[in-house]
């Protein structure tokens, strides 16, 4: 997976969340300030006009230029916690021109660590780790497993699917959620929401170019 790779993936993910906004203000609405797929659009929108215009000869300094991006131009939360992840793949990923599936774990563990330590969020929590964390886990089973690079990405997109789906079951412990206690139970956490669209953003670039190896 190259740098041009990396960019589509970017651009795939402006597109969806731009086609879910209303969606994830929706799930926002219920449980935050109803604007999580307005704030999100907005950024990666300002993503592919920053992309456009700027020099990305890796896929580090894609994902570099991604996560800076998003925390200059999205509000509350969202902006410091995907810009944190986007930021730490990219410091995992390094300088190489070209990143392989364990590459590509290793990164996302790396953003999972990042949100962790940011949001002082852990599992159970109804948040994106919800959904990043066992997708994270799913991914790097299926690299030690030595499972094809479809397969694993499969796992990925299933596992944060679930995840994401298990937090309408949850009572949310930290952010504005946590305010409406037993109320926020019976609610999908819409950045673990957002978390499964951009991990299937990924998936579906990847089975479009076949370029995964």
């Known amino acids: 997976m190259d740098a ?18 209303d969606y994830l203000t929706r799930l926002d609405a219920a449980i935050g300030d109803a604007d999580h797929g307005a704030n999100l659009a907005r950024g990666f929108g300002a993503v592919t006009g920053a992309l456009a215009g700027q020099e990305t000869p890796t896929p580090g300094a894609v994902l570099k230029l991604t996560g800076v991006t998003l925390i200059s131009t999205v509000g509350g939360a969202s902006g ?5 992840a986007f930021r730490r793949a990219a410091r995992s990923l390094g300088d190489e021109t070209d990143a392989g599936l364990p ?12 949100v962790r330590k940011l949001g002082e969020a852990s ?13 994270v886990d799913a991914l790097a089973r299926a690299v030690d497993d030595g499972a094809s690079e479809a397969a694993a990405l499969d796992a990925l997109v299933a596992a944060a699917d679930a995840g994401a789906e298990a937090t309408t079951d949850m009572k949310a412990l930290k952010g504005r959620a946590s305010y ?7 609610h999908t956490d819409p950045g673990a929401a957002s978390t499964a669209l951009i991990l299937r953003a990924l998936r579906d670039v990847a089975a479009r170019h076949d370029t995964v190896r």
């Open 4 to 21: 041009a790779f990396f960019r589509a993936w970017i651009t795939e993910t402006a597109a969806v969340i731009g086609e879910r906004r």
């Open 103 to 114: 590459a590509l774990a290793a990164a996302l563990q790396a953003a999972l660590e990042g």
């Open 180 to 186: 409406l206690g037993d109320r926020s139970v019976g």
């Open 123 to 135: 599992e159970g929590d109804k948040t994106m780790v919800d959904a990043l964390a066992p997708a």
């Open 80 to 84: 410091p916690l995907y810009g944190t």
